[in-house]
């Protein structure tokens, strides 16, 4: 039996595929698989309603907990690609994963998606999927098929095109981010209309303060409550997307080159990223703290690429885990005007005393005093003093000539 797993959400794109997969590739049985990341409930009543006008046999999984349990790796790495907390980029290798792990336990011999050839995804897919030795059927990048000839194609074959199918946005959301591209967002000098944003509200005057407690770097607690990752993530959207926490308008580099402007709404994950380089600023040395930021963009840019599970990423995560021993403690953050700012941070591990930076302190620490610096102060700019540039006659203080 030819039987191929397709990652179906009810959209037109799939729903073509399921037909296609039928006619063209000569596959006698097509199961659609949807992967619960926090997906609206209504996308999942689309999905079952559509797999059932088209007799699709649709599994779906929930894989939340998984989702969640990423998205909190990535605010240890403090991960965000061009100012993108990485929403669809988490989700797509815990979606190929579960889809991978169905079609073998129904023991497909194909897998199968809806991507374009132009997007990210199609990459993060099948990163995961082209070692299982199953074959990969990608019909609408394959067949080079565009929205306009979908739309004909359900038509004459008598498929559904639900609402939504053809909105003006390209939507996609996680428990994570919304993302909304297409329409006239792709022109990058439009103002993006205030009818995108779902999660996040205008940034009003009002304000409020949240405490976040962090365990070995993993927010543990939101003003005193103690959360599991999923309800931690969807209860600060909630709190903070009222105050206009978390959007985002990039022009963003995706992985074949093309530059595409993209828009997203992400209160968690910016409160979350917020608090936690708030915290790890008292905890970690200035080396670790200045090191940390290239493993951190290493972090994000594997993480773009959908490279969660490579050997790379591995050893980034083994530098981040010795260094979040320490980001225990807790960030209050003030909400406020689209920002959430930390205003407040305390830890055990502080790498600091109030009394040796205090002006009102005479001594700094231990047996070191203020007069120890005397000696430090005679070298300090040594070479800048020796050297040539400062013995001309005039020393320039700014190069601007305008
Ligand atoms: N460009 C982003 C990425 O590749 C998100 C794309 C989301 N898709 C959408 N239909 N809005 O990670």
């Known amino acids: ?22 006619e063209e590739y000569g596959y006698e049985d097509v199961i659609g698989v949807s992967v619960n990341v926090g997906q609206p409930k209504n996308e999942f009543e689309q999905a079952k ?16 907990t998984d989702f969640a349990n990423l998205c909190l790796d990535s605010v240890r790495a403090n991960a965000s690609y061009q100012g993108y907390p ?22 497909c011999n194909a897998l199968a998606h809806g991507c374009t050839g132009k997007g990210n995804d199609q990459l993060r897919f099948e990163a995961i999927w082209r070692g299982s030795g199953l074959e990969i059927a990608a019909p609408i990048r394959d067949l080079g098929l565009t929205r306009t000839w979908e739309i004909q194609y359900a038509k004459e074959n008598n498929l559904p095109i639900k609402s939504g199918n053809d909105g003006i946005w390209s939507i996609d959301t996680n428990l994570w981010s919304r993302s909304i591209e297409g329409g006239e967002l792709e022109d990058p000098s439009t ?23 962090f365990d070995e770097g993993y927010p543990v607690a939101v003003d ?4 599991s990752p999923v309800e931690l ?28 402007r993209e828009n997203y709404e992400h209160p968690a994950a910016t409160a979350l990223l917020n608090a936690h380089s708030a915290l790890e600023d008292l905890v970690l040395t200035k080396e670790e703290r200045k090191f940390k930021i290239s493993v951190d963009d290493a972090w994000a840019e594997q993480a773009y690429l959908g490279l969660i599970y490579s050997p790379f990423m591995e050893a980034l995560n083994g530098f981040i885990s010795t260094t979040q021993k320490r980001v225990t403690g807790s960030v209050t953050l003030d909400l406020q005007g689209g920002h959430a700012r930390a205003v407040s941070r305390e830890s055990p591990y502080a790498v600091h005393s109030a009394s040796a930076a ?3 302190t005479p001594g700094v620490i231990d047996d070191i005093t203020q007069s120890d610096a005397i000696g430090v102060a005679k070298y300090h700019g040594l070479q800048e003093r020796m050297s040539s540039a400062l013995f001309d006659s005039e020393i320039p203080t700014t190069q601007n000539k305008k």
């Open 86 to 107: 990485l929403g669809t980029a988490l989700a797509r290798p815990i979606i190929a994963k579960a889809i991978l792990e169905e079609a073998k336990k129904t023991k």
């Open 358 to 360: 205090s002006f009102n």
């Open 233 to 260: 993530i969807d209860h600060l959207n909630t709190l903070c997307g009222p105050f206009g926490v978390g959007r985002t308008d990039v022009m963003e580099d995706r992985i074949l080159g093309l530059k595409v």
């Open 49 to 64: 309603e559509t797999a059932k006008e088209i007799s699709l046999d649709l599994k779906i999984l929930d894989a939340r």
């Open 224 to 227: 005193g409550t103690n959360y």
């Open 191 to 213: 103002i993006p209309p205030s009818s995108i944003y779902e999660w996040t509200q205008s940034p009003s005057s009002e304000s409020k303060l949240v405490t976040i407690e």
């Open 1 to 22: 039996m030819n039987r191929v797993a397709l990652a179906f959400s009810g959209g037109l794109d799939t729903t073509v595929c399921v037909s296609i997969l039928k």
